[in-house]
């Protein structure tokens, strides 16, 4: 199996982005939160501040490596969330077909219908900022795509020679969708789940942008660089370095999702256009 | 033709319903509901204060008599009175609609004219400078946060070269539509070049492009003819797809813009507990997708005689 240059280099910027949010304590010079020091404000990038200072004077470099660990937290867990919610659906949609399908069906035509930013900021507003309702609000709000792949999926399977032999056999509706079809359908949406991760950490950095996500004084990348644009005429760095991580993060997935489509789904199932 | 067109617009009516009947539930059932949410600022309100308001606002009646009010309100086009201005909502979003209307098509407009024509090319030469690079660039489109490129834009076009205005409206005219139309026509810009390329790519190893190969038809006459053409179905779905969440995601680029389009009411909104003028933007937004989706499945039957609804 060759990987391809896209799985190496979105593997590889995605692997680091997940140890700088790991090693955050560690790698981080100051504490992101604490260490304001308005003699310090808007310095530029030097060998004591790496990516400079922002407007209250703490250092971008440990506010972006913090901010990490919230974008990646953000992206893993609510995109699980989503794969589980989006393959449950389809799966059963799929194979067992009839009222059920038609409903999950006309759902999943609403989730589409209802851009997925507006919904999650929607859910933000009730919900009121933080992390977990961020959690909450993109966990719920993009699991269309999967639905959609892991319901052609099981259409398709599902006549296969070997679920009809295990239908013969006497396994349950639940046995033969999760042990039999879910296996065989892994590859797609493992692709759909890493390009589906890197939208979610965009949609957080935007959520935390127009104020609805993290709250200031925490480290988010989206939030930061709501604050520099205020300063972004004196202090251009502080608006760099955070868009550059969200951006890094971002492509590293996006790569690596087209290098794994590549691999598992040669014809292409999962083109999300 | 007419047929279709009533077949498509009957086809949003429960989906339309179903959107309805969500904003309603996500306002009105959920614990807490909006009254309290954003609370955590500690600032709480006085419960005499609080119980008026909930009568003002019609929150004391049950709640099947709301929702078949709210509905009904809804259906016959009135989408209730703002808290905070206490105009029509529909009015506050008249007053929007245009800017978000100008701002979606010149993005979508940048999203084409670049977008298509780079995809075509790259998969007319494949593997080829062109293509690698409008590739990688893609790719990179699409992982770029759209407020963070407007920030970019903003500070070398207008801060630093002084091109253009760095925010606002303006008299409306080009000058400050230029910078985030840009910001957010390139997400689907890169979008446009990877479906047109890859429907091309396609296209080209069709049977029927073979047979008009062999029996001697020139290259160019080829991809005008035949390949252009049957491309077009799915560049022309991506255009839809992308035109009709467009509005929605310009949220963020008019936030950063000061932009005076729906996407800033709607979290002006927000911000201001504002439930009515909340749901109507959120409303407008999905009649905007359903709309431009029926209008595209128009243009499928037009592109493509195969295709029949009947």
Known sequence: ?273 | MLLVLVRRVGNMVPTLAAVIALIFVLFSVIPGSFMSGLGDDGRTMDPAVMERMRKEMGLDQPLLERFVKYAGATLVGDLGTSFRTREPVTKLIAGRLWPSLKLTMAAMLVAMAIGIPLGFVAALRPGSLVDTVSMVGAVSGLSLPKFWLGLLLMYFFALQLKWLPSFGYGDGGLTHLILPAIALGVSPLALLARTTRAAVLDVLNADFVRTARSKGMSERRVVTWHVMRNALVLVVTTVGLQFGSLMGQAVVVEKLFSWPGLGSLLVDSVFQRDIPAVQGCILVFVLFFLVINTLVDLAYVAIDPRIRYG
């Open chain 1, 1 to 273: 199996m060759r990987l391809g240059a896209n799985t190496w280099i979105g593997g590889g910027l995605f692997a680091v982005a997940l140890a700088v949010a790991v090693t955050a304590p560690w790698i981080a010079l100051t504490d992101p939160v604490m260490d304001a020091n308005l003699l310090n404000a808007e310095l530029p990038p030097s060998r004591e501040f790496p990516f400079g200072t922002d407007a209250q004077g703490r250092d971008i470099y440990s506010r972006v490596v913090y901010g990490a660990q919230i974008s990646l937290t953000v992206g893993v867990v609510s995109q699980i969330a989503n794969s589980i919610i989006g393959v449950t659906l389809g799966l059963t949609a799929g194979y067992w077909g009839g009222w059920w399908d038609d409903f999950v069906n006309g759902l999943t035509n609403v989730m589409l219908a209802i851009p997925s930013l507006i919904f999650a900021l929607a859910i933000m507003a009730i919900l009121g900022p933080g992390l977990v309702s961020l959690l909450i609000a993109l966990g719920l709000t993009n699991w269309s795509y999967s639905c959609r792949i892991a319901r052609a999926q099981a259409l398709s399977l599902k006549s296969q020679g070997y679920v009809q032999a295990a239908r013969i056999l006497g396994y349950g509706p639940f046995r033969i969708m999760f042990t039999q079809l879910l296996p065989n359908m892994l590859g797609p949406i493992i692709v759909i789940a890493t390009l589906g991760m890197g939208g979610t950490i965009l949609a957080e950095a935007a959520l935390s942008f127009l104020g609805l996500g993290i709250r200031p004084p925490f480290p988010s990348w989206g939030s930061m660089l709501s604050d520099a644009r205020e300063t972004i005429a004196v202090a251009p760095w502080v608006s760099i370095f955070p868009g550059l991580a969200i951006f890094l993060t971002v492509l590293g997935l996006n790569l690596l999702g087209d290098g794994l489509r590549d691999i598992f789904d040669p014809q292409a199932t999962t083109r999300r256009a």
